[in-house]
């Protein structure tokens, strides 16, 4: 009704102006089917707003698209990482479980990418035993393997000489699947056997970013369990806990506008959330395993302190100031929580940590 008054009184401003009358009418209309859509969008939100504590109630798997944020993706073709400026990097797939196929990126060392020219998967597998560390990397929850600071990772570790392995977890990417927190482990555990049966005496490092770190802090314990342990664990902005203290938002939830219950549901010790969450630090209380911490000073999703407490964990356990090294990355860099890939000196840290557990 108002939107009709409103034009009525808009013509007749325009009727008065008998120059450029019709330039007036269509500026009318632009403004009116504007304030629709803003209507639109406000009665949307305020709908989205009330029925959010149900939908968790009814719903919990909800939770799950918004722990994992799998369902969001990068409009690129997975099966062709050269795409992507990775010209020595195949595309594959493995099968963790009955009816779970997973895509998997292998890159290998930089100064084999002209002989990578054309290879074929055989040739790849084979690589991964000529000596050069291996590096399998968990990424972190939303999108796939080809978003660009995994990328950035992948270019990185294959510049320094060594092999980087990439997957999408089950649900992720093109991987098939529903991801659950068990579903992940079993994922993990399976590359991590798949590399190991091919890189015969090359050392094998994971490398875990955000939710990924909770996944590699997970199969380190367990192949350590094993007798089967990895050589060296790299954990970039990684959390100790999912619960917050309050008044801070928590790491995977921040952007969804602080939605009232979706907070409240994420502060919950038994909920939904929680078990789709993996503990860090109950992990890294039982590793013996070298480890490295990246973070970055302005994680914004992972606050820093966080990095110091895991810090301060490992060093009681492993009792020893060689086997673990937390490197800080000034927040004047800007790198927030997935950039740190992008710093000259992070290759180095690498190198370092690849010359202290090397076998002599
Ligand atoms: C292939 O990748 C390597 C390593 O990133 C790069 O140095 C080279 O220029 C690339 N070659 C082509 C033809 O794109």
Sequence with gaps: ?????????????????????????VQTKTRS???????????????????????????PSVIQYLVYKHAVTYFVDLRRPCDLGLNHTVNMYLTSEAGVTLGVWHTVPEQKWKEAQGKSLAWYEQSLGDGSPVFIYFHANTGNRAAPHR?????????????????????FGDS?????????????????????????????????????????????????????????VILEGAFTNIKMPKGQSQPFTWYYWRFPYIQY??????????????????NLKKMTT??????????????????????NTAKSVLK??????????????????NGL?????????IRKLINTIKPI
């Design 265 to 282: 549901y994420f502060s919950q010790d038994s909920t939904e959330a929680n078990i789709h969450i993996l503990l860090n630090g109950e």
């Design 320 to 337: 020893s100031e060689d086997k673990v090294r937390l490197v800080a990355f000034d927040g004047s860099h800007g790198y927030l929580h």
């Design 33 to 59: 089917s504007w304030w629709v859509w803003v209507k639109m969008g406000l009665i949307a939100l305020s709908t989205l707003y009330v029925a959010t504590p149900f939908i968790l109630q009814f719903f």
């Design 176 to 232: 098939t699947g529903k991801p659950t927190k068990g579903g992940l482990i079993t994922d993990a555990l399976h590359l991590y056997h798949w590399v190991r049966a091919h890189s015969k005496d090359s050392l094998v490092i994971i490398w875990g970013h955000s939710l990924g770190t909770v996944v590699a802090t997970n199969i380190a314990v367990k192949l350590q369990e094993q007798r089967n342990p990895v050589d060296a």
């Design 290 to 311: 070298p480890l490295m911490i990246l973070h970055s000073k302005d994680d914004h999703m992972v606050p820093f302190r966080m990095a110091e407490e895991l810090y």
């Design 341 to 349: 890939y992008r710093d000259p000196s992070l290759p180095n840290y």
């Design 1 to 25: 009704m108002r939107r009709r008054v409103g034009e009525t009184a808009a013509s007749k401003r325009t009727e008065g102006k008998s120059v450029k009358r019709e330039t007036g009418e």
């Design 151 to 171: 990328l950035g990772v992948a270019n990185v570790l294959s510049a320094l000489g060594y092999h980087a392995v990439v997957m999408d977890y089950r649900g």
